[in-house]
């Protein structure tokens, strides 16, 4: 059973700086690649970041390119998303997901499991 526990949610000020982790298993790290999306309110789920399995290759949704940044600490089993220049556009629930890395997509429907979310207010 993969679980994914999000957290470093909260309120931030437009221009601030919010970290998010995502807590997982080694093996999970090790095995999968590691994504993280967005949902705003009354919008379909969008891609924000990936990370692949070994850790050398990112992917980046063109709204958060030079703004956010993904990675991961191997120790601690925890995949981050270092978002800064927030802007309330970035306003939404955010999920950690993972996706077996022989798919290349980066369409929610090409992940497997999911985290719970966590949410992200950025004031104007």
């Known amino acids: 059973q993969v679980q994914l526990v999000e957290s470093g949610g909260g309120l931030a000020q437009a221009g601030g700086s919010l970290r998010l982790s995502c807590t997982t298993s080694e093996r999970v790290l090790s095995l999968y690649n590691m994504g993280w999306f967005r949902q705003a309110p009354g919008k379909e789920r969008e891609f924000v970041a990936r990370?692949?399995?070994?850790?050398?290759?990112?992917d980046y949704a063109d709204s958060v390119k030079g703004r956010f940044t993904i990675s991961r600490d191997n120790t601690k089993a925890t995949v981050y998303l270092q978002m800064n220049t927030l802007k309330p556009d970035d306003t939404a629930i955010y999920y950690c997901?993972?996706?077996?890395?022989?798919?290349?997509?980066?369409?929610?429907?090409?992940?497997?499991?999911w985290g719970q979310g966590t949410q992200v207010t950025v004031s104007s």
């Open positions: 997901a993972v996706q077996r890395p022989v798919i290349t997509g980066l369409s929610p429907l090409s992940f497997d499991y």
């Open positions: 990370i692949s399995w070994g850790g050398l290759n990112f």
